[in-house]
């Protein structure tokens, strides 16, 4: 079962930078390629920058040319929650913290083997725990 973390919106906004606090706790969206995470291939553990909650891996990670870091699938199923975004023209799966409620950003249909998804996340509502130490 998923630790739940919740904090009040005036804890959340002391806690993460401006670009954490609107993209996890109000649903914005970084500018493609302006994320720190879009170029980097290193090893390691995908967190949530709200939480901490452990949610992708390096192994999953790929380049897909949209300009944001994207997975093939989360590090287990239960880490993130799906859920219906009408904000748009057309209907998306925002995907969010299973563990915070955080918006981490949306999943797609249309990614690589073997899992045929492509999670397009924010790099700022991630951190990346480097393996190795480094």
């Known amino acids: 079962m998923t630790h739940k973390v919740t904090k009040p919106d005036a804890e959340w906004k002391e806690a993460l930078t401006a ?4 993209v996890l706790r109000k649903k914005g969206t970084e500018r493609p390629f302006t994320g720190q995470y879009v170029h980097v291939m290193d090893g390691g553990v995908y967190r949530c920058a709200g939480c ?8 999953d990670k790929y380049d897909s040319g949209t300009g944001w870091p994207s997975f093939t699938q989360p590090v287990d199923a239960a880490a993130v929650e799906r859920h219906r975004d009408w904000r748009m023209l057309a209907p ?3 995907i969010r913290c299973a563990s915070c409620g955080g918006h981490l950003g949306h999943v797609f249909a249309d990614g690589p083997a073997p899992t045929g998804e492509r999670y397009c996340m924010n790099s700022c509502a991630l951190t990346l725990e480097r393996s190795g130490g480094s």
């Open 52 to 59: 901490g909650a452990e949610l992708f891996t390096s192994q």
């Open 19 to 22: 670009d954490q606090y609107r």
């Open 92 to 94: 998306r799966t925002e």
